[in-house]
């Protein structure tokens, strides 16, 4: 039984913790730890990620963070997963929440070298700190950033100890205090450019990671390059070799800079590659700020339709094609084809489907057939009370519906019932507070701010945005006993 159990350190690996319990239990050997904290006894701690724990050791561990915010704030999730596709990565979050071990196979892990062995590492400045102001140093996060080799705080010499991260070493928990050395003297490093990337890397790693954006980092790097020479006057070629030769020049001068090859910055673009240390590299390099880089957004208008709008407004104005071509800058083999319509999306008008001639559709009679099923939708995304509700979106009642993207745009009465529906952030947070409520005492569990997080994946603050929404969903009663748990 587990009686005692630290609370963890900011940017703490959750391994840490277990190693830091570990170190201070009274246990005769690392085997009896794990019969108490593991499913498997014979498991190996994760030093990077997470195992499958028992519920008493689950229950500890989650007493005051959600699973969630454990996953984000204390495993090596945000540097392995914060730049794969949305799905990618919300799969391999699902995973790691539900102790699963397929996130393996979604995260981009370094391949495994039979010559070459990692090991935890530390700065010894921070553990002379951690030290003073916890009476114990912890491994932290951000020295375990793969091509990082500086503490982004103190700017000296990451050192490794001899806790391998290595799935050939036998199981055990090793705490950071009892492997690093009291005052240690540090060794700095007099590089400013390593010194920036290495703050750059540690603010986009401890940014929160918006889990379904959809834009791809591919996406986002070509939006940056936009009106600089690595994109053609068109906007829709890069000159990949331009960029690797200037890439390459820029961090020529730093030896500890591992500089990628041109077939990975190729596959970045291509979202075919999303390594943190080398995206970092090059937002860095291109000048990205930190929020952009954790907030991608593309811009409303790229330049390849600035571009062709810009060609049809000259020739709506009667300049022919090289006249045209000079004007902008380009080839005319470019504005030619736009001209004749070969790339004319953007300046096509739109088909509309009430006149398709013989094949014509009736979409009022659609619309009106289609009303019933969209309001059956609505009502099971809000949910029975049982079942978890989800946000209500055209997106989402065309998926359930098994309807084409874009279908309500031809149906006004659905979409406009649709639109009723669509609520906020907040008012969504609401009944999911009621909903878990619900279930905690449906179940006979009992009913604390554990409960609620785990099964909502909220954080505090989220809890307390809704509370005014609250009382428009749920009775006086139910509300008071949720605000009781704050």
């Given at each position: 039984?587990?009686?005692?159990?630290?609370?963890?350190?900011?940017?703490?690996?959750?391994?840490?913790?277990?190693?830091?319990?570990?170190a201070?239990?009274?246990?005769?050997a690392?085997?009896?730890t794990?019969?108490?904290?593991?499913?498997?006894?014979?498991?190996?701690?994760?030093?990077?990620?997470?195992n499958?724990?028992?519920?008493?050791?689950?229950q500890?561990?989650t007493?005051?963070?959600?699973?969630?915010?454990?996953?984000?704030?204390?495993?090596m999730?945000?540097y392995?997963?914060?730049f794969?596709?949305?799905?990618?990565?919300?799969?391999?979050?699902?995973?790691?929440?539900?102790?699963?071990?397929?996130?393996?196979?979604?995260?981009?892990?370094?391949?495994k070298?039979?010559?070459?062995?990692?090991?935890?590492?530390?700065?010894?400045?921070?553990?002379?700190?951690?030290?003073?102001?916890?009476?114990?140093?912890y491994w932290?996060?951000?020295h375990?950033?793969?091509?990082?080799?500086i503490?982004?705080?103190?700017?000296?010499k990451?050192?490794?100890s001899?806790v391998?991260?290595?799935?050939?070493v036998?199981?055990?928990?090793?705490s950071?205090?009892?492997?690093?050395?009291?005052?240690e003297?540090?060794?700095i490093s007099?590089?400013k450019?390593?010194?920036?990337?290495?703050e750059?890397?540690?603010m986009?790693?401890?940014?929160?990671?918006?889990?379904?954006?959809?834009?791809?980092?591919?996406?986002?790097l070509h939006?940056?390059?936009?009106?600089?020479?690595?994109?053609?006057?068109?906007?829709?070629q890069?000159?990949?070799?331009l960029?690797?030769?200037?890439?390459?020049?820029?961090?020529?001068?730093?030896?500890?800079i591992?500089?990628?090859?041109l077939?990975?910055?190729?596959?970045?673009?291509?979202?075919d590659?999303?390594?943190?240390?080398?995206i970092?590299?090059?937002?860095?390099?291109?000048?990205?700020?930190?929020?952009?880089?954790?907030?991608?957004r593309?811009?409303?208008t790229s330049?390849?339709?600035k571009?062709?709008?810009?060609?049809?407004?000259?020739?709506?104005q009667?300049?022919?094609?090289?006249?045209?071509?000079?004007?902008?800058?380009?080839?005319?083999?470019?504005?030619?084809?736009l001209g004749?319509?070969?790339y004319?999306a953007?300046?096509?008008?739109?088909?509309?489907?009430?006149?398709s001639?013989?094949?014509?559709?009736?979409?009022?009679q659609?619309?009106?057939?289609?009303?019933?099923?969209v309001?059956?939708?609505i009502?099971?995304?809000?949910g029975?009370?049982?079942?978890?509700?989800?946000?209500?979106?055209?997106?989402?009642?065309?998926?359930?519906?098994?309807l084409?993207s874009?279908?309500?745009?031809?149906?006004?009465k659905?979409?406009?019932?649709?639109?009723?529906?669509?609520?906020?952030?907040?008012?969504?947070w609401?009944?999911?507070v009621?909903?878990?409520?619900?279930?905690?005492?449906?179940?006979?569990?009992?009913?604390?701010w554990?409960?609620?997080r785990?099964?909502?994946?909220?954080?505090?603050?989220?809890l307390?945005t809704?509370?005014p929404?609250?009382?428009?969903i749920?009775?006086i009663?139910?509300?008071?006993?949720?605000?009781?748990l704050?």
């Amino acid at each position: 039984m587990i009686a005692y159990f630290p609370e963890l350190y900011p940017d703490e690996l959750l391994y840490s913790q277990l190693a830091r319990y570990y170190a201070k239990s009274s246990y005769l050997a690392y085997t009896f730890t794990a019969q108490d904290l593991f499913v498997s006894k014979s498991v190996r701690p994760d030093i990077e990620f997470i195992n499958e724990y028992l519920p008493e050791a689950l229950q500890l561990i989650t007493r005051n963070i959600s699973m969630g915010e454990l996953v984000e704030k204390h495993t090596m999730f945000p540097y392995y997963g914060r730049f794969l596709k949305r799905d990618r990565r919300k799969k391999a979050f699902d995973s790691m929440i539900s102790m699963q071990g397929n996130y393996f196979n979604l995260l981009p892990l370094p391949k495994k070298d039979k010559n070459c062995c990692r090991y935890l590492r530390y700065c010894p400045m921070c553990a002379n700190e951690d030290r003073v102001n916890y009476g114990e140093t912890y491994w932290h996060r951000i020295h375990q950033m793969l091509g990082l080799d500086i503490c982004a705080i103190h700017k000296c010499k990451l050192v490794n100890s001899s806790v391998a991260i290595s799935g050939n070493v036998s199981p055990t928990l090793i705490s950071a205090e009892m492997e690093i050395k009291q005052d240690e003297k540090p060794e700095i490093s007099n590089n400013k450019l390593e010194s920036n990337i290495a703050e750059y890397m540690m603010m986009i790693f401890h940014a929160d990671i918006e889990m379904d954006s959809d834009i791809t980092v591919g996406q986002f790097l070509h939006s940056k390059l936009e009106y600089t020479n690595y994109l053609s006057v068109r906007g829709e070629q890069r000159n990949i070799s331009l960029l690797h030769n200037d890439f390459i020049e820029y961090y020529s001068e730093s030896d500890n800079i591992n500089i990628m090859e041109l077939w990975k910055l190729q596959k970045i673009f291509t979202d075919d590659r999303c390594n943190f240390y080398e995206i970092c590299l090059l937002g860095f390099f291109l000048n990205i700020p930190v929020a952009d880089m954790v907030h991608m957004r593309l811009p409303e208008t790229s330049q390849q339709q600035k571009f062709d709008e810009q060609v049809y407004y000259l020739h709506e104005q009667g300049l022919n094609y090289p006249e045209i071509a000079k004007k902008m800058g380009a080839s005319i083999n470019i504005v030619k084809p736009l001209g004749e319509k070969r790339y004319g999306a953007i300046h096509k008008k739109p088909k509309n489907p009430l006149k398709s001639g013989s094949k014509a559709k009736d979409w009022q009679q659609i619309d009106k057939n289609t009303l019933p099923k969209v309001q059956d939708a609505i009502k099971q995304l809000q949910g029975d009370g049982i079942c978890r509700p989800k946000r209500v979106t055209k997106n989402a009642v065309e998926l359930l519906l098994g309807l084409p993207s874009g279908r309500f745009k031809y149906l006004p009465k659905c979409r406009k019932e649709i639109e009723k529906h669509v609520i906020t952030q907040a008012e969504y947070w609401a009944l999911e507070v009621v909903w878990a409520y619900k279930k905690i005492m449906r179940e006979g569990q009992v009913m604390n701010w554990k409960h609620i997080r785990m099964l909502t994946n909220m954080r505090r603050k989220d809890l307390m945005t809704c509370m005014p929404y609250l009382q428009n969903i749920a009775s006086i009663d139910t509300v008071q006993k949720i605000e009781s748990l704050l």
